[in-house]
């Protein structure tokens, strides 16, 4: 799996190594995240109903961007470890959010000390050809965050 970048501004926590993965299907996508360090030492959001919640991003979860080539506008999927998940539509970059259509979201997690791997699945329409980006953020039990991304 691919590794993300820690942001040049983020010290290095509990967390060491971030990777993750992302293939298209016939009915959306699926992709994997795997957090590798000091589990324990993070906020891990406990298991809930897997329904549509919204500020999934302040706290630990992971982040699928999603936009058609040439385009500005983009889909923005939060899924937490809870398995909760957010879906928005973008006009351009943070303008004109609105939910997105979403036919069905799966969430899978799992963790122990050392790791915690999530995997998803969704089924709704995705345009292709697109860029796509996947971003991790990490909440520290003290607090403080780490964000990861490809780039």
């Known amino acids: 799996m691919p590794p993300l970048m820690l942001h040049v501004a983020c010290d290095l926590g509990p967390i060491r190594a971030v990777t993750a993965t992302i293939k298209a299907t016939p009915l959306g996508c699926e992709a994997e995240f795997r957090l590798d360090g000091h589990v324990p030492a993070i906020i891990v959001p406990p298991h809930a109903a897997p329904e549509r919640k919204d500020d999934l991003w302040k706290t630990t979860c992971f982040e699928i961007f999603w ?31 609105r939910d997105a259509p979403v036919d069905a979201i799966a969430i899978a997690s799992a963790h122990d000390e050392q790791g915690l791997t999530l995997r998803v699945t969704i089924a709704a329409e995705l345009p292709a050809p697109a860029q796509v980006a996947l971003n991790a953020i990490v909440e520290h039990a003290d607090g403080g965050k780490q964000y990861w991304a490809l780039a």
């Open 67 to 97: 936009q058609p080539l040439g385009g500005t506008a983009y889909r923005e999927f939060n899924l937490s470890p809870s398995g909760r998940w957010a879906a928005y539509d973008f006009d351009s970059f943070r303008e004109g959010m």
